[in-house]
Structures are given as C-alpha cells and as structure tokens.
C-alpha cells in the first residue's frame, strides 16, 4: 500500500512540475507586433557616365527593417512606420576601384592645381596598389526610416493576403569603403579603404512592393544623387535603382 501510495505521489509531483513546465514555456514565448522584412535585391545606375565599370550580379543589396502597422480604421488599408539597415554593394570590373584622383596628382612643391578638385573616379587599381585587382567593389551601410501605405485583400489573415505597398524612405550612410581584393608574391591581399568616397551622406527615395503574404517583389528608386554634387565619377550626378524579393514574418 505504502509503495502504491508512494508511486502516486511522485506522479502527482511529476505531472504538476510537467503542468508548471508547459506552463511557462508557453508563457515565455514574447509576442512581438509588427513585422520583420528582409529584402534581397540587385542594384543599377542610371545616367552613370561611361567608364562606370559595374558589374551586375555583384552589385547588390540586402535590406533588414521592422515596421509597425497602424489599420486605417476598419478598411483593408494600413500606414507602416519602420527602421532599418540596407547594405549595399557595387561591385567593379576590369580591375577599377574609385578613388580620389586629386590623390595621383603631385607636384614637386605640393601644390594643387587650381584645376583639380575632389572627384573620386574609376581608375585602374594598378595605379594605388602593387597590383591590378582581381576583386573590387565599393559598400555603403545606411541607417533607414522607411514610411509605406499598405493594401492587404485580407487584413484579417496577413499570411495569406495579396498585398500592395507604395512607400518611401530616408537613407543616412554611416558606414562607407572601397574594398579590393589582389594576389601578390602568391597571397591573396584584401585591402579597404574606409571613408564616405564623395558619396551623399543623406539619401531618399520611393519604393513599392507587390505579392503575397510573407513573398513579394520589390522596386526601389533613388531620387537622390549617388555622390555629392560633382564629386562622382566623371564629375557627373547620377542616381539609381534596385529590384529583388522581400520576405517578411509577422
């Protein structure tokens, strides 16, 4: 009886710490509102001058954002406020990397010529480092506030409702380098060049998305300059563009 009893008794302990244990693994899980995106995209110039040198599948862009959705009363229509992060990269061909080309002109008395300016041009890499470059690109990271208007077919059920955005967004660059990648003596060398290169500090433009649940496709486009007005290559202003897929959990 007494071992009867015992058995019992570790059960009921066993089953109430088990009720304890679902219990709060349930309850620890944070429900977060919102949503996250990830957009994964490939860039392009527009009105980029001759020698731009830019190759296409390297040149790219990955995008992370939160936004929070506020429904417009009871219509299917919401406004999506976010922060974020895209990472961009333009990659290089033919050895090319920018660089400052007021840097590769010198004079014996370290004067500048009245004629030269702060440009920052494609030149051959060749010219900075030991040798030509096998591997070039240039990155810019900018923090992102991103304002959209939504349209969803079922508000109710995000996950399965086609869905429509039109929005746009403000660009602030914090992090910019040029990164170039040789082989020398039988090494590969990376080396970077870290600095804003002429590029605008602040950025803004449009953007739509279109599809279904958490899959859409996406476009994007500057209406801001790329560099600093005369700063870019060839001294020439010049915007962009970029297309891809987004994915989003809510």
């Given at each position: 009886m007494k071992k009867i009893l015992s058995t019992l008794l570790l059960a009921l302990v066993a089953t109430y710490s088990f009720g304890q244990y679902e219990t709060v693994k349930k309850t620890a899980r944070p429900s977060i509102p919102g949503s996250f995106i990830v957009d994964l995209g490939v860039n392009s110039a527009i009105g980029e001058p001759a020698k731009w040198n830019q190759g296409f599948w390297g040149s790219r862009t990955v995008n992370f954002y939160y936004q929070y959705s506020f429904r417009i009363a009871k219509s299917k229509f919401s406004f999506n406020p976010g922060l974020g992060l895209s990472l961009e990269r333009w990659k290089f061909t033919d050895g090319a990397t920018l660089y400052d080309t007021l840097e590769l002109v010198s004079f014996p008395n370290g004067a500048v010529s009245p004629n030269q300016v702060e440009q920052y041009n494609l030149v051959s890499s060749g010219l900075i480092y030991p040798k030509n470059a096998n591997k070039s690109m240039l990155v810019a990271n900018y923090f992102e506030i991103p304002v959209e208007f939504r349209f969803d077919t079922n508000p109710e059920d995000l996950g399965r409702s086609?869905?429509?955005?039109?929005?746009?967004?403000?660009?602030?660059?914090?992090?910019?380098f040029t990164k170039v990648k040789y082989r020398d003596l039988?090494?590969?060398?990376?080396?970077?060049?870290?600095?804003?290169?002429?590029?605008s500090t602040i950025r803004y433009g449009v953007y739509s998305r279109v599809g279904l649940g958490g899959f859409n496709l996406f476009f994007y486009y500057n209406l801001s300059d790329m560099f600093e007005k005369e700063k870019g290559?060839?001294?020439k202003d010049f915007n962009s563009f970029t297309t891809g897929i987004s994915i989003s959990g809510f």
């Open positions: 086609f869905n429509v955005s039109l929005g746009g967004r403000v660009g602030f660059l914090y992090d910019a039988g090494e590969d060398i990376k080396v970077k060049n870290k600095m804003n290169h002429g590029l290559p060839s001294g």
